[in-house]
C-alpha cells in the first residue's frame, strides 16, 4: 500500500527541510505545490499556462487548477510508494478533494504530521534571515548561520540585505494570516484523527526522528 504524508507547519518551522529529508529516509517523492506550478510554468503545460495567466492577473489559482495539477504529479510511476505533501492541502475543501484523489490512485492519507513552532521562536527564525546581493544569493542567519564579516557574503563578498518579507512586522502578519487560515485545515486532520503534532523547536535531527517514529507507527 502506498503511504500518504502531508506535512503542516508555518513559514519558518523547517516543514520544507523535514519533507525533503522524510522524502529521502522513506523513498517517497516530495510534492511541493510551488514547485509544481513552477515546474508546470517552465515547462509550458497546459496547467502551466493557465496558473501562469492567473498569477499574472494577481488572482489566486482556483482550487480545481491546483487539483488538476497534484492529480497529474501524484499519477506518475514514481509515486507509486507515496508521496509527503507540501502546501497543498490548505483547506478542508481541498482535503475532501485529496482524499477523492488518493482513494482513486488505491491510496489515502495515513499520517498528518504538523511542526509546531510558537510566534517567538518563528520571528527569531524568519527575521535573523540575510540574503546576499551577488549572483548566487547565498542566505545567512545572524543567529544560526552567521558570515564571518557582518553584512558581507562570505562566498563572494557582495552586500548582504534584509528581505522585506523577513521584516518583524511582515513576518508577524505572515504568522497571524498563516495560523487564521490553516486553523480549519488542522481542525478537519485532528476530527479526523490523523494529526500528529511535532515539537518543531528541538533540532533538526530530533524533529526528524520524531516525524519517522510517527510515520513507522502508522507504515
Known amino acids: 500500500m502506498p503511504i500518504y504524508l ?9 516543514k520544507g527541510t ?50 488538476a495539477m497534484v492529480r497529474e504529479r501524484l499519477s506518475r510511476p514514481d509515486c507509486e510508494a507515496g508521496a509527503v505533501l507540501d502546501g497543498f492541502p490548505r483547506t478542508p475543501a481541498q482535503a475532501e478533494a485529496l482524499n477523492k484523489m488518493l482513494g482513486e490512485l488505491g491510496g489515502r492519507v495515513n499520517l498528518v504530521p504538523y511542526i509546531k513552532v510558537g510566534e517567538p521562536a518563528l520571528v527569531e527564525r524568519l527575521t535573523g534571515r540575510w540574503t546576499c546581493k551577488g549572483p548566487g544569493q ?19 563578498g557582495a552586500e548582504l540585505f534584509q528581505r522585506p518579507d523577513d521584516q518583524e512586522e511582515t513576518v ?18 485532528r476530527q479526523a484523527g ?10 533538526i535531527e530530533q524533529v526528524t526522528g520524531q516525524l ?3 510515520v513507522e507507527a502508522v507504515s
Open 6 to 14: 502531508v506535512l503542516i507547519g508555518l513559514p519558518g518551522a523547517g
Open 18 to 67: 523535514q519533507a525533503a529529508i522524510l522524502s529521502k529516509q522513506k523513498s517517497l517523492v516530495h510534492v511541493s505545490s510551488g514547485d509544481l506550478f513552477r515546474d508546470n510554468i517552465k515547462r509550458q503545460t497546459e496547467l502551466g499556462k493557465q496558473v501562469e495567466a492567473i498569477l499574472k492577473s494577481g488572482a489566486l489559482v482556483p482550487d480545481d487548477v491546483t487539483i
Open 138 to 156: 547565498h542566505v545567512y542567519h545572524l543567529k544560526f548561520n552567521p558570515p564571518k564579516v557582518a553584512g558581507v557574503c562570505d562566498a563572494d
Open 172 to 189: 508577524k502578519k505572515r504568522i497571524a494570516e498563516y495560523l487564521r487560515n490553516t486553523a480549519p485545515l488542522i481542525e478537519h486532520y
Open 212 to 214: 519517522l517514529a510517527a
Open 194 to 203: 490523523l494529526l500528529v503534532e511535532i515539537d518543531g523547536e528541538q533540532a
